[in-house]
């Protein structure tokens, strides 16, 4: 029973349960940018560079036989996992100089003195006009 109570002790610490947001959220946010290069960005491109499927594109380097399947070098398919990749990086990109960003605008920004501090600071000036 204590393996048990160990075991949930870890599992619902913060940083585990962000990190399992974390991930929900990339595969997530991997489909939306697989969707978006496949079925957004490629066709338009393909179109430009004469009709041309980049998941399509494959070198036979053996002819199918029978019931046996063709062996292909499939760069195609390849092309298309660094143009996905290319895009994931570049929006963590934006989104970390963002992050980075505010976070320097709320350094940078001067904090509001207490309540307590403008009363005394009231009273001082109240004390000084006398």
């Given amino acids: 029973m204590a393996m048990l ?7 619902m610490r913060g ?13 997530a946010f991997g489909k939306i940018v697989t969707s978006f290069v ?3 960005l490629m066709p338009p491109l393909g179109l430009l560079l004469g009709g041309v499927d980049f998941s399509g594109l494959a070198v036979t380097l053996k002819a199918a036989e ?3 399947p063709a ?6 398919a390849f092309l298309q996992t660094i143009v996905d990749f290319a ?8 989104v970390v100089k963002a992050m ?13 003195p207490a309540p ?15």
Avoid at 71 to 76: A, F, H, I, K, N
Avoid at 100 to 112: D, F, H, I, L, W
């Fill in 5 to 11: 109570d160990e075991f949930k002790k870890f599992a």
């Fill in 15 to 27: 940083n585990v349960v962000d990190l399992a947001v974390g991930v929900v959220i990339g595969a």
């Fill in 38 to 40: 496949s079925d957004v």
């Fill in 66 to 68: 029978g019931e046996v």
């Fill in 71 to 76: 062996v292909l070098w499939r760069y195609g």
């Fill in 87 to 94: 895009i994931v990086a570049f929006a963590i990109f934006l």
């Fill in 100 to 112: 980075n960003a505010m976070q320097k605008k709320q350094e940078a920004a001067p904090a509001a």
């Fill in 116 to 130: 307590e501090v403008v009363l005394l600071t009231e009273i001082r000036d109240t004390l000084r006009q006398r």
